[in-house]
């Protein structure tokens, strides 16, 4: 057994530093994008003399191949500690964020001739506005006051 202790955010962070790298380092073949990931991966660590240090962190003393054959370290007391992780999808990039909020949208729809127009026929409007950053573009429903639509507009998210 090693004689010393490792902590175990610290295996944690080298393991996802190591993946991260390697992530990095994936050879990209032409036309490939770099949006590739791993999906997911698992770790297992056998440990011996689990316990906390004096700021109540998970510390562990590493147990080594060469120990586990030989008889210096006895079956029955080591553990294992598995660490599995997870690819979760990003928050989504500044650039995927609209440059124009959702009233400044719905206030250019609604004053544009054919909405007015249909609201002085129909009476009040509702609008609902979403915006699509794929495109990055707004797609606008405008429905009369008994909810049927009467337009669905895709309108640019860049300012005029």
């Given amino acids: 057994m090693s004689t010393s202790q490792i902590r175990l955010e610290k295996i944690l962070e080298a393991t996802s530093k190591s993946f991260d790298s390697a992530q990095q380092e ?4 032409e036309g490939m ?3 590739m990931m791993f999906e997911d991966a698992e770790i297992e660590i056998k440990v011996q003399g689990v316990g906390m240090d004096a700021k109540n962190r998970l510390v562990f003393a590493p147990v080594s191949l060469s120990s586990l054959s030989g008889n210096d370290v006895s079956a029955g007391a080591v553990s294992t500690i598995k660490v599995h992780y997870v690819a979760v999808r990003p928050d989504p990039a ?3 964020q609209p440059e124009r909020n959702r009233e400044d949208v719905i206030s250019e729809v609604s004053g544009r001739k054919d909405i ?3 609201h002085n026929i129909l009476g009040d409007m509702v609008y609902e506005a979403r915006f699509q950053p794929e495109t990055r573009t707004w797609t606008v429903r405008v429905a009369d006051s008994k909810d049927r639509t009467v337009r669905i507009l895709v309108v640019n998210d860049k300012n005029k």
């Fill in 33 to 35: 994008q770099t949006r």
């Fill in 94 to 96: 500044p650039e995927n």
């Fill in 116 to 118: 007015k127009y249909l």
């Fill in 26 to 29: 994936l050879g990209l073949s």
